[in-house]
């Protein structure tokens, strides 16, 4: 067997230091393990010796194997600080830590309603309101906090219309929206604000059930779906859609900063924008870990991964594979970055990517099409990062541009 032939080498830890002065590069420990072996025994926080997948070709591979499970309870944790002797299960209505059939009822009810037409349909709305806080941006004047101003407001407001809040209660709900990825937060505030806005989507359900609008949650109570489900399904997208576009609109501004010729780019060539968007996701990995449990013994890439060990799946890793694209680490607007890994991949592959894809290619251009001298108004190292959380970004993003 493949164990017989390859002596098992020492497991590493999960490398997550990223190098000094370069925001956007991944640990710079993964380009080693992923040139040695695709698949590296790792060793887990909670002590499980597991694996580490950083090839493009094994991370894919992986995602799409149903011999592997995403069940959170299966799953022992590459993060340290959460070891536990057991990750509690998915709650309900989290689609990423439940395995089909469950997976399969509840992506199926929402599928059709995360299509790329109907994503397209919302585009007017995006236009809108990044217009709208562009103009509030303005009207209040350099500096701001980007994240506060734009990048943050305008998913949030997207999330709102999508799942059909009422504009009256969207100052409640931007308000724990705001705590729930907030820097200031607690975690204690943070799982207070998760559970209020369980309650005010479980009061919207009801509403909606009584009183149907056109919108996400009025179309899913005519399914099978208890208020239970439907206030847990409308929360994770809540949170799903949220932390992940605003830090891609927020860490995207600041990798474009920082590479003024790709900035001029987005600038001057508008048709770059589809395009612009996809090499952002690729470089900047923002979901930048998974993990999946094998259910059984699986063999792969001349490993045996033994039934109950733990994969992690580092997304960033094969999203700079050489093999996969050619000088992985250069931010280039006009390389063919489809491909990438940044959505997930299989089953589980991200249901608002259509969404999140309107939103970026909409609010990157319009940003700096308003502001042609946008820049940071702090030197870059004073950016604060969200190091060592499961998605990357900026918690702060301070620009400035001369007034006119
Ligand atoms: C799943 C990334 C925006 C809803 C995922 C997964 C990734 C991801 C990597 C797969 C997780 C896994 O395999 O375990 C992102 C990124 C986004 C983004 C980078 C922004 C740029 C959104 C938005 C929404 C959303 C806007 C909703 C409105 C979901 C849902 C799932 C998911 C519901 C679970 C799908 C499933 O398990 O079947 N996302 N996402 N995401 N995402 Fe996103």
């Given amino acids: 067997t493949a164990q017989d032939a390859a002596p098992l080498p020492e497991p590493v830890q999960l490398p997550t230091a990223r190098p000094a002065g370069c925001p956007f590069d991944p640990p710079g420990e993964l380009a080693g393990l992923r040139a040695q072996q695709p698949l590296s025994r790792m060793l887990y926080p909670d002590g499980h010796v597991g694996w580490l997948a950083t090839s493009h070709s094994a991370v894919r591979a992986l995602a799409a194997d149903p011999r592997f499970s995403s069940r959170y309870e299966l799953l022992h944790s590459p993060f340290p600080g959460l070891e536990m002797a057991e990750m509690p299960p998915a709650p309900i209505g989290d689609l990423t830590g439940i395995d089909p059939p469950d997976h399969t009822r509840y992506r199926r009810l929402l599928t059709g309603r995360f299509t790329v037409r109907r994503m397209r349909e919302l ?29 943050h407001p305008v998913p949030a407001l997207m999330i709102c ?29 943070q799982f207070a604000a998760y559970s209020t806005l ?81 090499e952002l996701l690729r470089y900047l990995s923002i979901a930048h870990t998974g993990a999946r ?77 308003r502001f042609p001298t946008l820049r940071l108004a702090v030197p870059p190292e004073e950016v604060p990062l969200r190091a060592d959380m499961n998605i990357h970004g900026v918690h702060r993003l301070p620009v400035t541009w001369d007034e006119a």
Wanted: aromatic share 4%; glycine share 8%; hydrophobic share 40%.
């Fill in 123 to 151: 585009t007017a709305r995006v236009e809108q309101i990044t217009a709208e806080h562009l103009d509030a941006m303005e009207r209040q004047g350099p500096p701001v906090d980007l994240v506060k101003a734009y990048a």
């Fill in 161 to 189: 219309e999508l799942l059909g809040v009422p504009s009256c209660d969207r100052e409640v709900f931007q308000r724990h929206a705001a705590t729930l990825s907030g820097l200031d937060a607690t975690q204690d505030e």
């Fill in 198 to 278: 369980q309650d005010v989507v479980h009061e919207l359900v009801l509403a909606k059930r009584a009183d149907p609008t056109d919108d996400l949650l009025s179309d899913l109570t005519t399914s099978d779906l208890t208020d239970t489900e439907l206030a847990g399904i409308g929360t994770f997208l809540l949170a799903a859609g949220l932390d992940t576009t605003a830090n891609m609109i927020g860490l995207g501004t600041f990798a474009l900063l920082s590479n003024p010729g790709q900035a001029a780019a987005l600038r001057s060539e508008p048709g770059l924008a589809d395009q612009a968007v996809e």
């Fill in 293 to 369: 449990a094998a259910l059984e013994d699986v063999e792969l890439d001349g490993q045996l991964i033994r039934a109950g060990e733990t994969v992690t799946i580092s997304v960033q890793a094969a999203n700079r594979d050489p093999d996969r694209f050619a000088d992985p680490d250069t931010l280039d607007l006009h390389r063919k970055a489809t491909g990438h890994l940044s959505f997930g991949h299989g089953i589980h592959q991200c249901l608002g990517q259509q969404l999140a894809r309107v939103e970026m290619r909409v609010a990157l251009p319009a940003l700096f099409a």
